[in-house]
């Protein structure tokens, strides 16, 4: 499962057209690594806050969906993209300020986008990584208890496994063209998907006391849970291209509805379950806590790798087409798939130095969460909304300033906190272990 910010024809094509279809991309667009995470975000948040939290988070994130479509509905009869609806937003404005910065508006969203779509990138590299060096060295370490995943992160350091994957993703990263992926992510998607039926066998197998979990966490911690949260809820980039190529559009809003209900129950399963299961032990991804005692465990992680190294692709092909384009226009003809090549090279290297830099899961996806894709899907469509409509209504003000405020609050104590861990990292686990 993958999220894909369609932004050219080339990747419009990717999607059909069909209810059933629409609906299946929107499962697409919404599932990633960041479910895997939620577990851990519930212990940041409390066995009875987290579930409420992520409930509320997500009916919040449907809205801005909506009010996204809504606003592209009322610019234009033609299909616009995130970034083009903001601009056309922003030029109808009676201040002429917001109108003069249309163009700034439509670049913050690119800068966003790209900036989302490479930190999945990053958050994929220390995926593959962990999961990868867990199957290898609990493989091999046959005179280590099967169920002792720590004693496992013993052995090569992790970073080494991402220079080791490094080549792959470059190789990956140079495939242009999104059709030439349909067969393998076909099989991302039925590997990802097993993986998750397999995952839920195991954690409902023995479920945990509640009582011994906390039903609430302090601020500090809430505030990783809510990074990891709008990480895992951040699939508005979708919405509007999907809806786009929707034959009937009108039926879009009920897919939108079925498909983040799907979204929502899913990802307060697990979560809650996952926590349950694990407790106080549970890892960035649920993959890292499953043991080495059975084929099935192994069996997990290695198809779930797979699907996520297939998506890398899919991820990385939108900064790509956001920042080439312009760079090819200042080369020559002969110069350009030479620039082009390493480009993509030079993008792949940096999402690897960034997790080399920050090799911690929980703290990667916290971070991208909370700095970019809250701007995305919380601040952006209520401001958007308040600028169209004229005069807005006082409820709607009141609304939207409220779940704009809220993305600000997140985006500044997420990022606080998730950079402080990267700096003293040391001193923030003592706070955790209060």
Known sequence: FFDIHLTSKKMQSYFKNMFAHTLLHLLKGNIGTGLLSLPLALRNAGIVLGPVCLLVIGVICVHCMHILVNCSHQLSESSLSYSDTVAAGMQTSSFQLLR????????LVSFFLVLTQLGFCSVYFVFLAE????VVEGSQGNNVDALDTEAVCEGVDLRLYMIFLLPFLILLSFISDLRTMAILSALANIAMAASLIFIFAYITSDVGDPRRLPLVSSWRKFSFFFGTAIFAFEGIGVVLPLENQMKDSAQFPQALNIGMAIVVVLYIALATLGYLHF??????SITLNLPHNSWTNQLVKVLYSFGVFVSFAIQFFVPVEILLRPLLEHSRNNWKQPVELLFRMFLVCLTCLVA??????DVVISLVG???SSALALVFPPLLELIILSPPPPTNIIKNLLIALLGVLGFLTGTYVTMEEIIYPETQNRHFKR
């Open 131 to 134: 999961n990868i060096k867990q």
């Open 356 to 361: 080399v830099l920050v090799p911690r899961l």
């Open 100 to 107: 003069r910065g249309a163009e700034f508006g439509r670049l």
């Open 279 to 284: 407790g106080d032990d549970i890892k960035g």
């Open 370 to 372: 909370a700095f970019s």
